[in-house]
Nanobody, 118 residues
Framework: QVQLVESGGGLVQAGGSLRLSCAASGRTFGSYFMGWFRQAPGQEREFVARIRWSGSSADYADSVKGRFTISRDNAKSSVFLQMNSLQPEDTAVYYC???????????WGQGTQVTVSS
């Protein structure tokens, strides 16, 4: 059974930084994408960034380009999201997700809260 466990959320002032971690277990991840998504109160969940377990391909939402960096540590089966220059509009619950054989994100973590104060 696939398990994804996020950590690293918290409260930070605008302009600050946080690093989210996602520990994955329960399968071999091959070349699947791992993604970060976020959902703010009253809004739909949105894509933030993604990276493959193999290769160096990474993609970002326009709203976070240049501020957020996604990375991975295959040896630890972990994916990270370094978030710099945080703004109040980045406040949301952040979710880690793993792509499955269907080509969609089939597995999700429980989420970690990120709150950015102005």
């Amino acid at each position: 059974q696939v398990q994804l466990v996020e950590s690293g959320g918290g409260l930070v002032q605008a302009g600050g930084s946080l690093r989210l971690s996602c520990a994955a277990s329960g399968r071999t991840f091959g070349s699947y994408f791992m993604g970060w998504f976020r959902q703010a109160p009253g809004q739909e969940r949105e894509f933030v960034a993604r990276i493959r377990w193999s290769g160096s391909s990474a993609d970002y939402a326009d709203s976070v380009k240049g501020r957020f960096t996604i990375s991975r540590d295959n040896a630890k089966s972990s994916v990270f999201l370094q978030m710099n220059s945080l703004q109040p509009e980045d406040t949301a619950v952040y979710y880690c997700a793993s792509e499955g054989t269907s080509g969609t994100y089939e597995y999700w973590g429980q989420g970690t809260q990120v709150t950015v104060s102005s």
